[in-house]
């Protein structure tokens, strides 16, 4: 089980930017895959991007493609999600969550693939 915390969310308005970060505890963290996922009130929890261990495979959400960004530095235990050209439909709860498997050709995209989950950080886009 790996101790993950998000930061970074906040209130911003329509065309701005921010940085998500997914800082995680214990010296594995650079075997682990990590997603951000986000779910908005009412609907279901929709997977945003991920990344594996070493950070040379990645997937991007159809609907975030060209505006957000998944990154890691193993270095400093954390996970990143550049957020850019912030849209008010991103207003959501944003999680980030570890999977302990091995993934090299591809980054897991599924809510169960992933087994240790942050407490969420909340982003609101105003128009």
């Known amino acids: 089980q790996v101790h993950l915390v998000e930061s970074g969310g906040g209130l911003v308005q329509a065309g701005d930017s921010l940085r998500l970060s997914c800082a995680a505890s214990g010296r594995a963290f650079g075997s682990y895959s990590v997603g951000w996922f986000r779910q908005a009130p009412g609907k279901e929890r929709e997977v945003v991007g991920s990344i594996n261990w070493s950070g040379r495979s990645t997937y991007h959400a159809d609907f975030v493609k060209g505006r957000f960004t998944i990154s890691r530095d193993n270095a400093k235990n954390t996970v990143y999600l550049q957020m850019n050209n912030l849209k008010p439909e991103d207003t959501a709860v944003y999680y980030c969550?570890?999977?302990?498997?091995?993934?090299?050709?591809?980054?897991?995209?599924?809510?169960?693939?992933?087994?240790?989950w942050g407490q969420g950080t909340q982003v609101t886009v105003s128009s």
């Open positions: 969550a570890a999977s302990t498997s091995w993934w090299e050709r591809t980054a897991p995209v599924l809510v169960s693939d992933f087994s240790s």
